[in-house]
């Protein structure tokens, strides 16, 4: 414990920072719990303090067992971590009492609901939809521990042991976090390390090789024993850095690599895939290789059994070594990704893992290190907090999408109970993506993060009952409350758009008009007082906008009282609370609301509004298959509809692109119901963004002429 208390004294600072002195009066597990949970859910994020809060079942009872409830976002199928404390003053490890503890833990997963004795902040916590427990959602049996084993040996066999003690359901596992495993997460992220510096590993033969290539790649035959060693050494500085992503535990995967490791050593070699490193430079020895700078890119899962697995008998497996040929640090980087990227697309890896390494993310990456902003891109990647030291400066790309779903395109309820479908949906992906925001928007919408989670930790403070649905609204709403900030934004800047609203019909329409990329500048004017006025604007935007949306909904339904499910769906934002916002804003913004939003909006440049107006016609994004006229019967229209799909059919195949990138289908159906006839016609349907019109339009044009005139 001793080694991690400055890490412990650094946490309380940051929690003094948010407003939580409850750190002050917590014992040394529920410390303990904080700064695991702190490092390895929340990849040290300080704006995410209050999640940690909820997440820990403080004045924890040991009879109950489970100290914390956590989703790891970093898994295949957000598998929930139960954690439990266990502090040990003796030198060796109570390894029956752990068991039991496991079991208990079991066992009040699947029967708490029913069980008397359960208290009730434990009940109230696995009882949040997030943290549902269900027969084929993994979960994972943390038992978190101040216990150091003296030795890699000591340490593996107690994990051998445990994973004799099978549990009770097929989708749980057991899992025991040492002290030092905490402090080497903490130093990946406090200090990472992009590589290791250099390694000696041994091989069957100076001369059983075979290079390729000019740099002189090559493939060998590695010693298990001395991967083993490699990995115990330097298995969180460094040695997986660039792969796509870290180790992902697969039961069946890491069952099978095991049996072979310790039943068929001698087949090991037929049996695995080997492994594939990326260096600098190696040096071949007598029947060792002399390896520098380099990382293990595919084969991580291999590797971490190897290392953590018993073996009498050493074995030998494939070792691709790929020279990096590049001298350029920007060539040198890319080929590192795309060897990694290529080399992976076997495995069963997310979506936001096969985007890793694709232009757009990688020259994102950089666009936002350049603005002081820390993006992570890949699963496992690790900020260096010293380099990164606010709230703000911490993101990852899904994240970012999150925050542009909400303001900039108007879908607060994807924005929260959709995140896996911003990497994962080609469409959405390109929606947010495939185009460039400038480092002054995306900074001041991870500011909005940082800053709301603080009021809300202030709101709960503060809560004297009077406003019975104000917690649950704030700490379920920071994406409707996002969404607020960018209607109020779009209408700050584009004065046209009350106009425009008021004379839409259809909701889509109306919202169509304000869920376009339509700023791209600063939206917050940062002064001393910044934190009291963007405070300031989210009491507003909850006032004004949000709470009478939900009152309003709660005139329909007044026994309605799920804030989770409310916040979780485009419609009720669209249907309770931008519509509120469309009544107070039918002739613009107040003179009384100017006064309270000029002292936090920016004023934009007239080189910025410029800039806004531009955006609107190089990027459209269609919402809604109305229009205001059609100009064709239903059966013409139907007819273009149909040649218009038969086009779009030809082009994509021919150019190898996705069929919305030539035309979206709401697209589609504005184009056949309207059917424009010149190219000037066409444009004032803004169905068609800047690339689409001038690749497509004539084209377009053709089709409709040809069906009208026939």
Same mark, same amino acid.
């Given at each position: ?31 303990? @719990?904080?700064?695991?949970? #702190? ?40 598998? @929930? ?59 994972? /049996? ?93 298995? #969180?500085?460094? =040695? ?76 030998? =497996? ?49 666009? =936002? ?59 959405? #992906? ?57 209607? /109020? ?29 339509? /700023? ?16 300031? =604007? ?55 609301? @100017? ?13 910025? @509004? ?60 504005? /184009? ?39």
């Amino acid at each position: 414990m001793s080694n991690l208390t400055k890490y412990i004294n650094n946490l309380k600072t940051e929690f003094d920072k948010a407003s939580f002195d409850i750190l002050k009066n917590c014992s040394d597990e529920e410390t303990l @719990l904080c700064l695991f949970a #702190y490092y390895h859910y929340f990849n040290a994020d300080n704006s995410c303090i209050l999640d940690i809060v909820q997440g820990n079942i403080f004045k924890w009872d040991a009879m109950d067992r489970i100290a914390g409830v956590y989703v790891d976002q970093e898994s295949d199928f957000n598998d @929930l971590d139960v954690l439990a404390i266990k502090f040990t003053e003796n030198a060796d490890f109570d390894f029956p009492a752990i068991l039991k503890v496991f079991k208990d833990i079991e066992s009040i997963l699947f029967n708490f609901k029913d069980d008397i004795h359960i208290r009730k902040e434990v009940k109230d916590i696995l009882s949040i939809e997030e943290n549902r427990i269900t027969s084929n959602r993994p979960i994972k /049996i943390r038992i978190i521990t101040n216990f150091d084993p003296k030795t890699i040996s000591k340490k593996n066999s107690i994990l051998k042991a445990l994973s004799l003690m099978k549990p009770t359901h097929d989708n749980v596992s057991y899992d025991i976090v040492f002290g030092y495993d905490i402090e080497h997460e903490i130093l990946e992220i406090e200090e990472p390390k992009e590589y290791v510096d250099d390694a000696i590993i041994d091989i069957d033969s100076s001369v059983n090789h075979i290079t390729f290539g000019e740099e002189q790649s090559l493939i060998v035959n590695v010693s298990a024993k001395s991967l083993k060693q490699i990995y115990e050494l330097y298995y #969180y500085r460094g =040695l997986f850095a660039q792969n796509l992503r870290y180790y992902v535990k697969n039961a069946k995967v890491d069952t099978n690599i095991v049996e072979s490791i310790r039943t068929f050593p001698d087949n090991f070699w037929y049996y695995n895939n080997g492994i594939i490193l990326i260096c600098d430079d190696y040096l071949i020895q007598d029947n060792s290789i002399l390896i520098t700078n380099f990382s293990i890119i595919n084969g991580g899962q291999t590797t971490k059994l190897i290392g953590e697995t018993d073996f009498d008998k050493d074995f030998y =497996l494939q070792c691709k070594i790929i020279k990096n040929k590049y001298s350029d640090e920007k060539d040198r980087l890319e080929f590192i990704a795309n060897v990694a990227e290529a080399s992976n697309t076997q495995k069963p890896i997310k979506d936001k893992d096969l985007i890793a390494n694709r232009p757009e993310q990688r020259l994102l990456k950089k666009q =936002l290190a350049n603005a002081g902003i820390y993006c992570q891109i890949k699963r496992g990647e690790k900020i260096n907090k010293k380099l990164y030291p606010a709230a703000w400066q911490n993101t990852t790309n899904e994240e970012l999408g999150q925050f542009l779903l909400a303001f900039v395109y108007q879908k607060p309820g994807t924005a929260r109970g959709g995140k896996a479908t911003i990497c994962g949906n080609k469409e959405r #992906y390109s929606l947010l993506f495939g185009k460039k925001y400038s480092s002054d928007l995306l900074g001041d919408l991870l500011k909005i993060k940082a800053y709301y989670k603080l009021w809300a930790t202030q709101v709960k403070k503060n809560d004297d009952g009077t406003d019975p649905y104000k917690v649950g609204l704030v700490n379920n709403g920071m994406f409707y409350v996002t969404s607020i900030i960018g209607v /109020i934004c779009k209408i700050f800047y584009h004065t046209n758009y009350p106009s425009l609203i008021n004379c839409a019909v259809m909701t889509e329409q109306k919202m169509e008009i304000v869920s376009q990329h339509d /700023i791209d500048h600063h939206i917050f004017v940062e002064d001393s007082d910044f934190k009291d006025n963007i405070f300031a =604007l989210f009491e507003y935007c909850y006032t004004k906008f949000y709470r009478p949306g939900y009152e309003f909904l709660k005139t329909f339904k007044e026994k309605y009282n799920n804030y989770s499910n409310f916040t979780k769906t485009n419609s009720n934002y669209n249907t309770y609370v931008f519509r509120q916002i469309a009544f107070e804003y039918k002739n613009g913004i107040s003179e009384s609301d @100017l006064i309270i939003l000029d002292r936090i909006v920016y004023s934009a440049s007239s080189e910025d @509004l410029d800039r806004d107006n531009k955006l609107l016609n190089t990027y459209v994004n269609v919402v809604s298959n109305d229009i205001d006229q059609t100009n064709v019967s239903d059966e013409v229209a139907a007819v273009i509809k149909e040649e218009l799909i038969a086009f779009r059919t030809r082009t994509y195949k021919l150019n190898h692109i996705k069929a919305y990138e030539v035309f979206r289908n709401a697209s589609c159906d504005r /184009i056949a119901h309207a059917a424009p006839q010149t190219l000037e016609d066409l444009k004032s349907l803004r169905c068609l963004d800047e690339a689409q019109f001038t690749l497509y339009g004539q084209s377009i044009i053709d089709i409709v002429l040809k069906i009208i005139n026939s």
